[in-house]
């Protein structure tokens, strides 16, 4: 679970790797033979029985930094990735952090631009709401906006069916796993969803600029023992979860 890439100098939120911390992650998860991947792809890998040996990659609130700094880096390495972005502040900047740095977000060319990497690159362009709201807050109205309304916004945007969504701070309560699953995505991440674990609630491991080889392993164990693996079906998000497949997902949400 990532976020923004670039300059960690002023990162009050932790929310950027810097491109060199990044390449040293990724390049710890190759030597392990492990491939990143987009959602998208992981949860149709799963499907096949085809998912051991992938990871979820995953960079939230659509940073514009991504196609300068983090793109290369996937890049070098031949890894894909869910890229989740907020179609209702395109062009504009992270005003939801109080306390900053302002970042800059993706425009909308840039954004039809990495869509159109999907077949070559393995990117995948997905929702992070519209305005990044936290939706266990909003009203049925806002929720429909935020789910359904950044959906069709995206979906015109990059002629492409939008598959995932990711929730703004990673909050879900049932009604919202609802409301993603009636909008029509295929699945939707969180961080640490607990019961609601499923399709609809896909826990996520946050990574860091500290984030350190060792620190990754230490991650990796703890994972299997914090977290509840997700279920091969989802035809209940909040069922008692089944056995994993072997993929994993290295994420980070806010």
Not at 10 to 15: A, K, S, T
Not at 57 to 83: E, I, K
Not at 165 to 174: E, F, I, W
Request: hydrophobic content about 40%; charged content about 25%.
């Amino acid at each position: 679970m990532y976020h923004s890439v670039g300059d960690c100098s002023d990162d009050p939120y932790r929310i950027t790797v810097s491109p060199g911390r990044l390449d040293r992650q990724l390049g710890w998860l190759h030597r392990r033979g492990l491939r990143g991947v987009s959602v998208a792809d992981l949860l149709a890998a799963r499907a096949r029985g085809a998912g051991r040996g992938l990871v979820g990659l995953t960079f939230d609130d659509g940073y514009a930094d991504f196609a300068d700094h983090a793109l290369p880096v996937l890049r070098r390495w031949g890894f894909g990735a869910t890229v989740f972005v907020l179609p209702g502040r395109l062009g504009g900047t992270n005003e939801w952090d109080p306390l900053g740095p302002r970042k800059p977000l993706l425009t909308a060319e840039a954004v039809r631009r990495l869509a159109d990497l999907a077949d070559t690159d393995g990117l995948e362009i997905a929702s992070h709401g519209l305005t990044h709201v936290d939706l266990t807050r909003a009203d049925d109205a806002l929720l429909g906006a935020e789910t359904a309304g950044s959906r069709a916004l995206l979906g015109e945007l990059t002629g492409r069916e939008v598959q995932g969504l990711c929730y703004p701070y990673g909050t879900v309560d049932r009604r919202v796993a609802d409301a993603a699953r009636a909008a029509g995505y295929r699945y939707a991440c969180a961080i640490d969803p607990g019961p609601l674990t499923g399709t609809f609630a896909l826990p996520r491991v946050h990574v860091g600029e500290d984030d350190t080889s060792w620190r990754l392993l230490l991650k990796y164990r703890l994972n299997r023992l914090r977290r509840r693996p997700v279920p091969l079906t989802d035809t209940d998000a909040g069922a008692e979860a089944g056995a994993g497949s072997g993929a994993e997902a290295v994420a980070e949400s806010r």
